[in-house]
């Protein structure tokens, strides 16, 4: 953040204000883990604070400090709707143009009157905040929540509550600090929470070792589905409405399936296709090694976006033709696949 974005947020917060902060839908682990961090940190300040998720979110979040507080738009539209219309301050984190959050819950966030500050490290902002903190070179919107603390002079505040919170979306969004953005200054900031009071051993086992019976079931057939390009080094896994029915799918069942096709050995693009019968489209995660977009390739294809090894999509076409399609454009690729 530039001087002038630091001192103004300080002016900003310099006296109690009502402030709403929001992450985008089907919000993870480092937009839940960010929110609540800030959400913390500002009650500190002593700040009147309520995070609004447009949706809910996978129970192996659930257990996160301040998790039972939050208000979900989706369904408590009313009272999220009057609260985002009293805040005099909207913090969105983890995302960068309100289109993140949903139609409806996007156009009440446009209407305000509320001061609005972002805090976001994916790729090509909007321009809808005031004050904005972005860098697309960061390991995730948490590691950044924590220089916003520290930027304001107060990372004497992280508690073991913020530092637990902080660790879960630096945590999830490094895959478990294996990803290239993970820098030594995240380990370092990482050291700190964990000498504040983040038991990482207990946040691992939370997020990752809970699985149902169910959920590996369905990770058998996703496996099963699992197809490769050797050609073009890309590996792509689709989950049927039907197959996800099956396995009595959970919201956060499929999270991380796509990383099994993209840890192939010889692939660097990997894809999962996901029908969802209730919105009518095929939700599209993407990942990728080394210098291929998937962010760019998101944007271009699949109303999309994200980091460059790490993005999101949709198709409104069916499961079959959306993966047909996929095959089609790749050729188009080629020379970025099959070096």
């Known amino acids: 953040m530039t001087n002038e974005t630091i001192d103004g947020i300080k002016a900003l917060l310099n006296t109690p204000k009502q402030i709403a902060i929001i992450p985008h839908k089907n919000p993870d682990g480092d937009a839940i883990g960010s929110t609540l961090a800030l959400f913390h940190y500002l009650n500190t300040l002593g700040h009147s604070c309520t995070v609004i998720a447009p949706n809910d979110y996978p129970n192996f979040l659930k257990w996160i400090p301040g998790e ?26 983890d995302f960068n143009s309100l289109s993140r959050v949903g139609d409806d819950m996007g156009s009440v966030l446009e209407q305000t009157d509320a001061i609005k500050v972002m805090i976001d490290h994916h790729q090509q902002p909007d321009d809808y905040a005031k004050y904005m903190y972005s860098d697309v070179s960061m390991s995730s919107t948490c590691e950044m929540v924590y220089n916003f603390i520290d930027f304001l002079g107060d990372s004497d ?56 019976y169910s959920r590996l079931q369905l990770l058998g057939c996703a496996l099963q589905n699992l197809k490769v390009i050797p050609e073009l080094k890309t590996a792509y896994i689709t989950l049927s409405q039907n197959e996800l029915d099956q396995f009595k799918f959970k919201k956060g069942d499929t999270e991380g399936f796509v990383n099994y096709a993209l840890s192939l050995e010889g692939i ?8 969802n019968k209730q919105d009518d489209i095929i939700k599209i995660s993407l990942r990728s090694k080394g210098d291929f977009s998937v962010n760019e390739f998101s944007r271009a294809h699949f109303s999309g976006g994200g980091h460059t090894n790490a993005a999101g999509g949709k198709s409104d076409l069916n499961l079959q033709d959306t993966v047909d399609n996929f095959i089609s454009i790749l ?9």
């Not at 919170?165 to 993970?182: E, H, K, N, Q, W």
């Not at 660097?268 to 029908?275: M, N, S």
């Not at 690729?333 to 099959?338: F, P």
């Open 68 to 93: 039972a507080s939050i208000l979900k738009f989706e369904s408590d539209s009313e009272n999220a709707t009057n609260l985002l219309n009293k805040a005099e301050v909207i913090f969105t984190l």
């Open 157 to 212: 505040k992280i508690d073991a509550t913020i530092a637990t919170c902080l660790y879960v979306g630096i945590m999830t969004d490094t895959g478990s600090f294996r990803f290239p953005a993970t820098t030594e200054k995240t380990h370092r900031v990482i050291a700190h929470l964990i000498e504040k009071g983040a038991d990482n051993s207990e946040i691992h086992n939370n997020i990752y070792d809970t699985n149902s």
């Open 268 to 275: 660097i693009f990997a894809a999962i296709f996901i029908e």
């Open 331 to 339: 050729d188009a690729y080629k020379s970025d696949l099959s070096q």
